[in-house]
């Protein structure tokens, strides 16, 4: 077939586009290892010999790093200065910003150091367990959910369930499933300091690095235990998951069980990407973030448990509708969303 000379021109620039944005990702992750995008927030407009001055950085590195940061629009380029605009800092700069972006580089980069075992399982049809994954995912993970957690659970996500505050004013357990290094668990507990909170997670050296989140923070109201969300122990008021139960591999037994764990009236909230129900429905920039993302990391963590569900990052809400309704759960209601996130509540 004859190529089309206006639409393959237009398709070379989008992935060209598309590896600039890649071979960002070292650049990216260095400016932030090195502090040199605060430093930059905070100087203001510089020269890469005051910026390399004020991090203890080489000039010359400083001024390509610039160069680079600058033909992305990552960074602000007027006369012979550099800065960051508001909107830039917000991203890069920021570490409580509901924008901030640098946990996903980080994970981009566990994603590519990944790619042997994700490649192997592709052939081989098994799955690459959460504690095998490459690199420190769990730490990119959880840096890249934190901005949503902190700027949105207490504020939006919680009082958009029916009653959930006022239970949690007063006094309530609550069990924070699938809760990886415990930000989610810590953002509660620090909020609701009348309720008793418990993490669980089946990977030990995610609980660990909520211990010590936990107590670095002073919070006293909180533990965390190494458990599977199919067969934790305890009864609670209120049970949560975020972003986790398309991960697991029996996510209807799980549902099952934190159905027996919940008291009387008790509420079940589930945080998931805000996909849709068919491939079509994603065609976008955040269901191409995660699929990708699903690919090298959710489904093959599935795959790596029993049953395997494999539901994916992207499974929409009538699929995890199902799961949640298989469970035993007889209500189940979209409470809010984000772009990001769709929370939802069952009972």
């Not at 994970?107 to 081989?124: G, I, L, R, Y």
């Not at 809010?336 to 939802?344: A, D, F, H």
């Amino acid at each position: 077939m004859a190529l089309d000379e206006n639409t393959l021109n237009a398709f070379v620039g989008r992935v060209l586009g598309d590896l600039g944005g890649a071979v960002s990702v070292p650049l990216v992750r260095i400016g932030d290892a090195l502090g040199l995008y605060t430093a930059l927030d905070k100087l203001g407009p510089s020269t890469p010999e005051e910026l390399a001055s004020e991090t203890d950085c080489h000039p010359r590195y400083i001024r390509e790093w610039l160069s680079a940061q600058t033909a992305s629009g990552y960074i602000t380029h007027e006369d012979g200065r550099f800065s960051l605009s508001p909107e830039q800092a917000f991203v890069f700069a920021s570490p409580d910003s509901p924008a901030n972006l640098i946990g996903a580089f980080d994970t981009a980069a566990a994603m590519v150091e990944n790619q042997p075992k994700v490649q192997a399982a592709f052939k081989s049809g098994k799955g690459v367990a959460w504690g095998d994954q490459a690199g420190c995912l769990f730490c990119s993970v959880a840096r890249m959910f934190r901005p949503g957690y902190v700027n949105a659970l207490v504020q939006d996500w919680l009082p958009s369930l029916d009653g959930v505050v006022d239970l949690l004013n007063e006094g309530a357990s609550v069990a924070d499933i699938g809760c990886g290094h415990g930000v989610s668990t810590i953002v509660m507990a620090q909020a609701f300091p009348k309720s008793t909170f418990v993490g669980f997670d089946f990977h030990p050296g995610s609980i660990g690095a909520a211990r010590a989140h936990a107590a670095a923070h002073g919070v006293d109201n909180v533990r965390f235990e190494v458990g599977r969300a199919q067969d934790f122990p305890g009864t609670y008021d209120f049970v949560t998951c975020f972003d986790c139960l398309h991960d697991m591999g029996d996510p209807v037994a799980a549902a099952a069980h934190i159905r027996k764990a919940l008291k009387s009236g008790g509420r079940w909230m589930i945080v998931e990407p805000n996909a849709g129900d068919t491939l079509e429905d994603n065609v976008n920039p955040v269901g191409r973030l995660f699929y990708s993302a699903s690919t090298m990391i959710c489904v093959p963590t599935s795959l790596a448990q029993e049953t395997g569900a494999a539901l994916g990052a992207q499974a929409g809400e009538g699929r995890i509708a199902k799961v949640i309704k298989a469970g035993g759960f007889a209500s189940l209601r979209r409470a809010t969303e984000t772009p990001l996130n769709m929370v939802l509540e069952a009972s």
